[in-house]
T-cell receptor, first 116, second 113 residues
Framework: ETGVTQTPRHLVMGMTNKKSLKCEQH?????MYWYKQSAKKPLELMFV???????ENNSVPSRFSPECPNSSHLFLHLHTLQPEDSALYLC???????????????FGPGTRLTVT | EDQVTQSPEALRLQEGESSSLNCSYT??????LFWYRQDPGKGPEFLFT???AGEEKEKERLKATLTKKESFLHITAPKPEDSATYLC??????????????FGKGTTLSVSS
């Protein structure tokens, strides 16, 4: 595997379900991110982890819960979601953490989530 | 408030018809500006990073330029395979985390043969 991988690629869940999204980066990077992409809207940053510590949380509802067990893996745990949470969820990674210079992010293919 | 605006929202070109995409930004200080390409159903693919006004970068038919208020992505003699959504993002100096990117909504380019 190379780059950033995400599983599953597609997920349909009911509002009462609990599911998790998984992201793995094979680039040796130190920072990982979760973004939400909805139609006609810019990418919205949800969470930032640097060296496995959460450094930014953009006021995301508590029904989204991130977990970063090591610098290569990132999870997004989902529970009691709403239909408006249906979107493409993207994971990204970058070499450096906060305050260490402009640093391009590399994205995975995304998980297309549909909440019914 | 830090902000990124891309124009036009959509652009249709004939193969070989050169054009430019615009990214206007408002930030208190710029750490870097990034261009990405996104194909339908896929994640954004990194293209360029620009750091300071006057800087230019090229890759095949694409050239990115930067001024103090905007960036342009010039597409020379485009081909149908250049069809995609092009995203612009800025990393402000003022951001405490130092890593968060602010994205524009993108320009969707369609190139017909």
């Amino acid at each position: 595997e190379t780059g950033v991988t995400q599983t599953p690629r597609h997920l349909v869940m009911g509002m009462t379900n609990k599911k998790s999204l998984k992201c793995e980066q094979h680039l040796g990077h130190n920072a990982m991110y979760w973004y939400k992409q909805s139609a006609k809207k810019p990418l919205e940053l949800m969470f930032v982890y640097s060296l496995e510590e959460r450094v930014e949380n953009n006021s995301v509802p508590s029904r989204f819960s991130p977990e970063c067990p090591n610098s290569s893996h990132l999870f997004l745990h989902l529970h009691t979601l709403q239909p408006e949470d249906s979107a493409l969820y993207l994971c990204a990674s970058s070499q450096d953490g906060p305050g260490q210079g402009a640093d391009e992010q590399y994205f995975g293919p995304g998980t297309r989530l549909t909440v019914t | 408030e830090d902000q990124v605006t891309q124009s036009p929202e959509a652009l249709r070109l004939q193969e070989g018809e050169s054009s430019s995409l615009n990214c206007s930004y408002t930030v208190s200080g710029l750490r870097g500006l990034f261009w990405y390409r996104q194909d339908p159903g896929k994640g954004p693919e990194f293209l360029f990073t620009l750091y300071s006004a006057g800087e230019e970068k090229e890759k095949e038919r694409l050239k990115a330029t930067l001024t103090k208020k905007e960036s342009f992505l010039h597409i020379t003699a485009p081909k149908p395979e250049d069809s995609a959504t092009y995203l612009c993002a800025v990393q402000p100096l003022s951001n405490q985390a130092g890593t968060a990117l602010i994205f524009g909504k993108g320009t969707t380019l369609s190139v017909s043969s």
